[in-house]
């Protein structure tokens, strides 16, 4: 009975790599400052409050002068999240 061929596998060759191409991010140079502006808006915004015992900065919103504040500041921080 004859004897029946062997095959050769192909050496593998591996797919030629992508080269890594830089990731252009743009001007950031306004994410600091912004960030720093709320947090020290908001930080302002809630000592001003409790130092003049409500009156100020708006004397319609009560007690939520708080949560204005505290909202400058998670601005602050959503801004932060843009810093590379």
């Not at 140079?29 to 000592?47: D, E, N």
């Not at 319609?60 to 932060?80: K, Q, R, T």
């Amino acid at each position: 009975m004859p004897k029946s061929r062997i095959r050769k596998k192909a050496d593998f060759t591996p797919p030629p790599t992508k080269q890594a191409t830089a990731i252009k991010l743009g001007n950031r140079s306004w994410v600091a400052p912004v960030m720093l502006a709320f947090f020290l808006i908001g930080l302002a915004w809630i000592v001003l409050f409790y130092v003049t015992e409500g009156d100020l900065p708006l004397k319609s919103l009560g007690n939520w002068n708080i949560v204005v504040g505290f909202g400058f500041i998670a601005g602050g921080f959503g801004v932060s999240t843009q810093w590379k």
